[in-house]
């Protein structure tokens, strides 16, 4: 199993420009979130999805969308990129129903973002 | 915000045994205690978790005091690879409530 996968590892955008970030995972998890970390702070949750179907917003939402295109896949898009939005972004997931004893959160690598 | 506090950073002596506290005093009855580290930028990864019993697996373990308003992990022989930031969390043991992260402590581990 791979786990939770993401690409891509870097990207360089200039102001304004556009991106979809992708996640995906091989565990047969329900619930996916993501996350951006920036330098010297701790991991902040921008969207979640508890189930397929279903994205609720996290502490930092503003100028992210997120889809989930079926259970395995959770994107995260910047419509129009800003530099605030420069950070490592991480996907996880969790499987609450059939893991509810540690109800386990696994991540991805992260995705070094820069926007100029 | 977290609801959790702890220590910026702690220093550890390759081999010894490395004990990071953590203050959860508004804990609610439901919500358990969890732990997870973040090596260099990798993404986090879960250690232990625990609600009022003291637990232990093969990373780590876990004390919470009787009045679950605080407790500490221990790595009981902490090696180089220890070095990382650990991040304690409390949260509702089972659904799908997203984890709360806060700064967590950088653990560096000293040959």
């Known amino acids: 199993n791979a786990g939770v996968t993401q690409t891509p590892k870097f990207q360089v955008l200039k102001t304004g420009q556009s991106m979809t970030l992708q996640c995906a995972q091989d565990?047969?998890?329900?619930?996916m979130y993501w996350y951006r970390q920036d330098p010297g702070m701790g991991l902040r949750l921008i969207y979640y999805?508890?189930?397929?179907?279903?994205?609720d917003k996290g502490e930092v939402p503003n100028g992210y969308n997120v889809s989930r295109l079926n259970k395995r896949e959770f994107s995260l898009r910047l419509e129009s990129a800003a530099p605030s939005q420069t950070s490592v972004y991480f996907c996880?997931?969790?499987?609450?129903?059939?893991?509810?004893?540690?109800?386990?959160?696994?991540f991805g690598p992260g995705t070094r973002l820069t926007v100029l | 915000d977290a609801k959790t506090t702890q220590p910026p950073s702690m220093d550890c002596a390759e081999g010894r045994a490395a004990n990071l506290p953590c203050n959860h005093s508004?804990?609610?009855?439901?919500?358990?205690v969890y732990w997870y580290r973040q090596i260099h930028s990798q993404g986090p990864q879960y250690i232990i978790h625990?609600?009022?019993n003291n637990e232990t697996n093969e990373m780590a373990s876990l004390i919470i005091t009787e009045d679950r308003k605080s407790s500490t992990l221990i790595l009981p022989h902490a090696t180089l690879r220890d070095t990382a930031v650990y991040y304690c969390?409390?949260?509702?043991?089972?659904?799908?409530?997203?984890?709360?992260f806060g700064k967590g402590t950088r653990l560096s581990v000293i040959a």
């Open positions: 996880a997931s969790s499987d609450p129903i059939q893991g509810a004893i540690s109800n386990e959160q696994f």
């Open positions: 565990m047969n998890h329900n619930s």
């Open positions: 999805s508890a189930s397929e179907g279903t994205t």
């Open positions: 508004t804990i609610s009855g439901n919500e358990y």
């Open positions: 625990g609600l009022k």
């Open positions: 969390i409390v949260r509702p043991g089972s659904g799908n409530t997203p984890l709360v």
